[in-house]
């Protein structure tokens, strides 16, 4: 796997550079460095508070000398094109020998003057959301798999699902328990390496590639993490989650709720459902497939003061009868417990 | 609107055919000729029983003779490409000065021999697979309309959702009422001369693609009836199925069935569930964003004898309480007076 560099220039620390951040709290061991001038010479932990004494540096050349060998864009950028910011280090980056991940909607590798670029010095360009040419349609693949496969689902886009499932996979693997985790999305490919971004495929296609990021994760484990998109209830991304429902055809579901959001995601006219009702809907959606039990509520608590949070965990967890807690600030032990019963239990049948 | 040449060499007739087929049954005044030499010299209606005396000709500038200005792919072709008849037939076409309007996966404009004679040629080339490249994301602009919005909802994909809308538009509009039919597939765009394949667009954009094409066939319209696409429980295309569903929002649902099919299309391991079961997921996943009443089921009994047709007609309209039909085989009457019924009891509100 590629040591990265992370470009985050003027934005460390701030919710545009979310990609980046979450790299750095995942998947630490695979990060050289940070490059972000306004902070040079600091720690990444002396900024955002987590990733310990990875170094920040001002340029690509200290950033390679830190030993990293790609450039990670980490980034969020508005519209489409690549910033004048990111062209200049991506070209540097390559004219370094770097390697590129990028997972903005412009691929690096199309570009006129960076994907020649690319060829003359021989480095390799991920563009993470340029689906593969041989997807195949979903046809319930999945179901010849003898793993457990839990999906993250919740009441909205943007809600914590691919940070339960990593929260999950480390502290399974902590346990001594094959989990991996299954990269649906740009930020969990920069995190494991791999993946395939779901919403970027073909529509007729969703279903077969999410089947086939979950055989792939199923390789040399036995309990499948499945990164969650969207929500199926969302009015703009719904199809991409219903997609991976049926294409990674979870045993279990874990279900994702910020509570002091009332609608949707860009969509103020639409008041997210009573999160009993959204469980039913994806146990009602799943089961003519294949039957899915939520084995556990994750809740996105950042917004809320200590008892605030404490308050709203206990009442969720009497609502849904299940296991609920805020798997960053407190603990996820009760949503490893459920996942680890949940699999005995499906394994003694 | 184009008038088309329908390329169908050798297949007029057969199942591999089909998109022809529609074309000419659903769009017979824009179809000047039909390419087939096996047939040179017949009727349409000599080989297919209907279409009337559309002329069959050998050759593309027989077609052209007989005033077509476009050729129509109206064909399926197995995988990728071009076969080399379709090829051949599309060179002559360019060089004749004939539009091409092809709806196969693989585009005319980007072909490295037939792009060039296109422009040297400036016909135009409707590549109806390849999405605009400004499509939104959903988010329920469907909304502002006041027309009443009808959408075509199936157990599995092929089933005759295109057909039942095709004859509601057509039985609508000799009843006086102004409807139109939004296409979301490649032969609804062929019949109708626009639309959007819903399919075939990047999936964050399935139901934004939906929103775009059910707000045009709105203008000029007091009904609108929207194409549906595969099944919200068909494993490869329920993705599709759902983004269509949240993006053209429908007010009402018909909801289309093939009686004897027992299982999916493609996936014999999945059981089709009864049909009060997919009406109420239907209705159960519209809900939240908008509620939709299912008021009808067309049924496909192409495969049933007359007495098990009309035995399965009654029984499903008991089952379900629902106006049922073969609106292809019987009569599309029942379902136009559910819609009308439908629509006066909406605007009576």
Known sequence: MSRYLIYAEGQLGTPSAKTGHSVIRYSAPHVAAVLDSTHAGECVS?????GGDIPIVGTIADGAEQGADALLVGIAVAGGGLPTGVRTAIRQAIECGLDIWNGLHTFVADDPTLGPLVREHGVTVHDVRRPPDDLPVGAGRVRALTQTIVLAVGTDANIGKMTVMLQLRNALRNSGTRATFAPTGQTGIFIEGWGLCVDAVVADFIAGASEAVTIKAAEDSDIVLVEGQG?????????????????????AL???????????????????????????????MAAPLRPASTIGVSLNTSDLSDDEARRIIDQVAQQ??????????????????????????????
Chains 1, 2 share one sequence.
């Open 320 to 349: 849904t009868g299940l296991p609920t807690t805020d798997p960053v600030r407190y603990d996820a032990t009760p949503l490893v417990d459920a996942v680890l019963a949940f699999d005995a239990k499906r394994r003694a049948f």
């Open 46 to 50: 002396d900024v955002i508070g987590f």
């Open 254 to 284: 874990i279900v994702c709720h910020q509570p002091p959001r009332k609608t949707f995601r860009h969509n103020a006219w639409l008041e997210i459902p009573p999160l009993n009702d959204v469980i039913a809907l994806h146990e009602a």
């Open 231 to 251: 929500s199926i209830l969302h009015p703009g991304y719904s199809g991409v989650s219903l997609g991976l429902l049926h294409g990674s055809l979870p045993h």
